[in-house]
């Protein structure tokens, strides 16, 4: 049917296309024969001629190697095309294939275009031999090759305008040809052309073209009217906008506001009230010119029509989303008003149809987005109010970043419901309650949702738990649910469903807090609680049971970033099968998850930002962990020491921050107790160097670090069950050793006071021949406060004195022996007090004249010295890191009280000026404007010189200070001067008079 010479002209080429087709009209015969001669021709053009069609290696070719393929390809479709529906479907096959062959691959619009246009031609022929099926098939093929290499070509309009003559031909309606080509029809409602984009949405429009409001928005909301399914990528909010606008009567006058007969002032003497003489030649033809523009402006608007505006309106609403997303968050709840209560129940059904739809989720972390729009808009109607489920709106809210805007309408619906005394009473699950109350949770908003709980609870041991939890008592708040449960089971109480669950999931959380893995283990396994079982199952090293349950949950649940955590666990810490390549894998995978995560809280960086952070801290230290273990894989020796030293001191440095959750400590260094131990047996094997007890020193001051943190966070069965492990080491570094002891102290000294023998016992277990001076010297100075504690005073006085003769710069002796010189100066000044009342009281019943005021007793004096002595140098020995916990500020104030209390010897005074030399400046900083203030105090004497000395080191931030001192004694210089002129004019009058 196609020869060899075909015609190189597009006009011959059509008519040879007519003589096939009559050809193949006429007998069938000759038609299969033209299929074969057909397929061969495109095959060959495709195969052998695809360089010059598709280029070399996929890229096109140019120049006349480029144009003959591309015109022999051209004209053998024109010719083919007439011929297509008469074929057989064994005919037909070959020739399908080669186009689409040709679809899939072709850069050429000229081929494309010749493509779109046969396509046309073969999907409005009603010929029986050639199916819909097919027809939709190869016309969807094309639709894809158009939006993945010509979205941005002249063919993809031509395309479009295809797809606009296809839906207006009757023989397409309703047809398969029709439902694949959906989206190809809401590509052309969203044309940057206004004209296809009109042109597309009359079809659109057509069936509602005179519905009301209410037609209108069930046509945008209906499943069945509109699949929006094939738009799910796009802001459709636009199309629903074009729906609605266009049901405004486009003939009706605009009505001018009161704002816009308002004319600006345009000379300044006018502006301010002047008369028009005065004002010059162009002030007053400016305001002519002004005022005929604002003439014709005002007669142009009342010949404008609506249509005028809505045409405008919708234009600017397709190019700009935030736009179109304002006008119908405002459109919306005018037009829900309007709604009769029948329409406004099939619109709400309708609308919440449509939000339950899967498909949403393709643009959750898009802003904005088409739910967005619909829920900001629905949360507007308040009267009356358009009540979503609560299950539907906590979903949206979460997953879309509508969380206020859902919380809001949460509270809402709480607050009706309450008002028409609708309560959940014995402790049932409310729906609204529960959605709020994890909205809460999710934005760690804490407190708000304790308080929701201390409203709803039921139970008294419920609002006392939570009490505790509040306040961080994770030992009581698990004493409290565990007596609830065993309550609730042995007096045979209703299970509050609420209620029950909040004392499980807050038991475990508590649980988790103190560190009791092993308990939170078993119950796991009990209830076969597969989070539960993963959390603990990896800090007991349990990695077959934790691999085993990870692999469930990861073959059920949506992948996330905690998920690739625990992944990166097995692949890193199991001995069994350790895939340290994978790790920098899943590791990026999760950072991703993560930045999703992040997109889809609240713009404004709020609590619940943190534990992302958190998480990409834990992401990094796995990285770093998979290299530092690599690094030590034979081959790597060289920069095996230089990878090994710079981890470790990083790691030291980089700590969470003391404020932050126990259980965020407990991740981090239980992971680093991992590494540290595989570096431990990496190195097991006896070496020249000190390599093998790098891992052992890292582990040990983990440990340290870990217990301090515990005692930090109040936590004391903690804190002894860590240090406890250290027992179970051999070879610790001495100075470990150390803060283990002076952790066990603090420990007990801050969290059980009461318990003091325990405390000495801890002491004086502790051997001292392993520390040095400094060291030995602390452990002293912690007994001696334990020994003042106690009630010891003589003891304890021997003990300090026995630390700062060892080393004489331990500022925590210098701080213990101040405390209690401080405490017997009190003693001492009592006990004065009480013999100079007894003194008092003899000499009035002995009728003796009154007795001369007694000076202070040389106890109050040396004990007053004792104390100043020991304040300032413990100042002295203050290290810089202590300085900057505002540790000295306590001292600083407690020495300014003892000067304002000092005798008419100064003693204490001579004693803070002689010591305050040796003092650092920084440390009086400030306490600036107090030290000015004893300028004008007794004290002033003494405080000189360290204001000079400051002076020196600080000038600026004493110039501030003292100017404003300044200011002030000279203000109320004036104000005393002028009070006592005006008491003196007054005398003078009334002596006149």
Same mark, same amino acid.
């Given at each position: ?25 006429? &007998? ?7 299929? &074969? ?56 096959? %070959? ?239 005018? *037009? ?29 972390? !898009?802003? %904005? ?14 009267? %009356?109010?358009? $009540?979503?489920?609560?299950?539907? !709106? ?13 919380? $809001? ?47 709803? $609870? ?43 669950? !909040? ?99 609240? %713009? ?102 870990? $217990? ?9 069965? *903690?804190?002894?069950?860590? !240090? ?240 404003? &001192? ?28």
């Amino acid at each position: 049917m196609v020869s060899s010479a075909a015609p190189p002209s597009g006009g011959g080429g059509a008519a040879s296309a007519g003589g096939a087709g009559s050809t193949a009209g006429g &007998a069938a015969g000759s038609g299969g024969a033209s299929a &074969a001669t057909a397929s061969v021709v495109l095959s060959a053009l495709y195969g052998g001629g695809v360089h010059g069609v598709f280029g070399v290696a996929g890229r096109p070719a140019s120049g006349m190697l480029a144009q003959t393929p591309v015109h022999l390809l051209v004209t053998t479709l024109q010719l083919l095309t007439p011929s297509v529906p008469g074929m057989d479907a064994a005919s037909r096959k %070959p020739l399908m294939q080669a186009v689409i062959g040709i679809l899939d691959k072709t850069q050429s619009s000229t081929v494309m275009r010749a493509i779109i246009k046969a396509v046309y031609t073969w999907s409005i022929n009603s010929e029986a031999t050639f199916p819909v099926k097919e027809k939709a098939l190869i016309l969807y093929r094309v639709m894809n090759a158009c939006v993945k290499r010509f979205s941005k070509e002249p063919v993809f309009t031509e395309f479009l305008d295809t797809v606009l003559r296809i839906y207006k031909s009757p023989a397409v309606v309703n047809s398969d040809i029709s439902q694949r080509l959906e989206a190809a029809f809401m590509m052309g409602l969203r044309s940057p052309t206004l004209a296809t984009r009109e042109a597309f949405f009359a079809l659109f429009e057509a069936p509602i073209r005179q519905g009301a409001v209410q037609e209108r928005l069930d046509y945008c909301f209906n499943d069945r009217c509109t699949k929006w399914d094939t738009s799910k990528h796009s802001f459709w909010v636009k199309q629903c906008l074009d729906i609605v606008l266009c049901g405004v009567t486009s003939s009706s006058a605009i009505m001018a506001s009161p704002e816009v007969n308002l004319l600006r002032p345009v000379a300044p003497p006018l502006a301010t009230g002047g008369q028009i003489g005065q004002a010059t030649t162009g002030q007053v033809e400016a305001l002519v010119a002004g005022l005929t523009k604002h003439q014709h402006f005002l007669m142009d608007v009342q010949d404008a029509k609506v249509g005028d505006s809505i045409v405008a309106l919708r234009t600017l609403c397709h190019l700009s989303p935030d736009l179109a997303h304002h006008m119908w968050v405002t459109l919306f709840p005018l *037009l829900w008003q309007i709604l009769t209560e029948h329409e406004r129940l099939a619109v709400g059904q309708s609308l919440q149809a449509l939000l339950q739809q899967e498909y949403h989720n393709d643009q959750s972390h !898009l802003k %904005p987005n088409n739910v967005h729009a619909l829920v900001t808009g629905i949360s507007k109607c308040t009267q %009356p109010m358009l $009540a979503l489920p609560p299950a539907l !709106l906590h979903h949206l809210a979460s997953t879309h970043g509508l969380w206020h805007t859902g919380i $809001a309408m949460l509270r809402h619906q709480q607050l009706r419901a309450e008002a028409r005394g609708e309560k959940v009473t014995d402790g049932k699950l409310d729906p609204i309650k529960d959605a709020l109350g994890d909205l809460y949770v999710q934005l760690h908003e804490f407190d708000t949702w304790f308080g929701l709980w201390r409203l709803r $609870a039921k139970q008294r041991e419920t609002a006392r738990a939570l009490a505790f939890e509040q306040q961080g008592y994770w030992d009581q708040a698990q004493s409290c649910y565990e007596e609830a449960m065993q309550q609730a089971q042995q007096q045979g109480l209703a299970l509050r469903d609420a209620e029950f669950l !909040l004392w499980e999931e807050h038991w475990v959380d508590c649980t988790s807090k103190l560190g009791q893995y092993d308990l939170l283990l078993k119950y796991g396994e009990e209830v076969n609680d597969q989070d539960v079982i993963l959390s603990a199952a990896w800090r007991l090293r349990s990695w077959k049971r934790f691999k085993e349950t990870l692999t469930k949950v990861e073959a059920q649940r949506d992948p996330s970033f905690s998920l690739k955590i625990l992944r990166a666990y097995v692949a890193i810490a199991n001995t069994e099968e350790q895939h340290l390549s994978v790790v920098e894998r899943v590791c990026t995978d999760g950072m991703q998850l993560a930045l999703l995560k992040w997109t889809a809280l609240p %713009p404004i960086v709020t609590e619940s930002h943190i534990p992302l952070l958190q998480a990409f801290q834990q992401f990094v230290e796995l990285q770093e962990s998979a290299q530092l273990l690599s690094s030590l894989q034979p081959g790597n020796a060289a920069r095996q020491q230089v990878d090994l030293q710079n981890v470790l001191d990083t790691w030291r440095h980089r700590l969470p921050n003391e404020w932050d959750e126990m259980t965020v400590w407990q991740s981090l260094f239980q992971w680093r107790l991992h590494v540290f131990e595989k570096v431990q047996m990496h190195f097991r094997h006896p070496t020249t160097d000190d390599r093998p007890l790098v891992g052992q020193n890292e582990i040990s001051w983990t440990i340290n670090q870990l $217990a301090h943190a515990s005692r930090k966070h109040r936590l004391r069965k *903690l804190c002894h069950r860590t !240090l406890n492990l250290l027992y179970k080491m051999n070879g610790v570094d001495p100075g470990h050793l150390f803060f283990k002891a002076k952790e066990q102290v603090l420990c007990e000294m801050t969290l059980a006071r009461e318990e003091r023998p325990g405390q000495l016992q801890i002491l004086n277990g502790t051997k001292l021949d392993y520390f040095n001076a400094a060291q030995t010297s602390e452990i002293l100075a912690l007994k001696g406060i334990v020994l003042h504690n106690n009630g010891q005073f003589q003891e304890a006085n021997k003990a300090f004195a026995a630390s700062l003769l060892l080393a004489d710069n331990t500022a925590l002796g210098w701080e213990g022996w101040a405390a209690y010189c401080d405490h017997m100066l009190s003693l001492a000044r009592t006990q004065h007090r009480l013999e100079k009342a007894k003194l008092q009281q003899q000499q009035q019943e002995a009728s003796e004249p009154k007795p001369e005021p007694a000076t202070p007793s040389t106890a109050v004096r040396d004990w007053g010295i004792a104390a100043m002595t020991c304040y300032m140098n413990a100042l002295r020995s203050q290290q810089e890191k202590t300085r900057l916990e505002d540790k000295s500020n306590a001292i600083v104030a407690r020495v300014q009280l003892l000067l304002s209390t000092d005798d008419e010897g100064g003693h204490m005074g001579q004693t803070f000026s002689r010591l305050a030399e040796h003092v650092d400046p920084s440390v009086f900083k400030p306490w600036l404007p107090q030290l000015l203030t004893n300028l004008s105090r007794p004290e002033a004497q003494y405080v000189i010189s360290v204001l000079y000395r400051v002076a020196k080191t600080l000038p600026q931030a004493l110039y501030y200070h003292l100017r404003t &001192a300044f200011l002030e004694i000279r203000s109320a210089a004036q104000q005393s001067t002028a009070m006592a002129r005006r008491m003196s004019s007054n005398q003078q009058q009334q002596q006149q008079q």
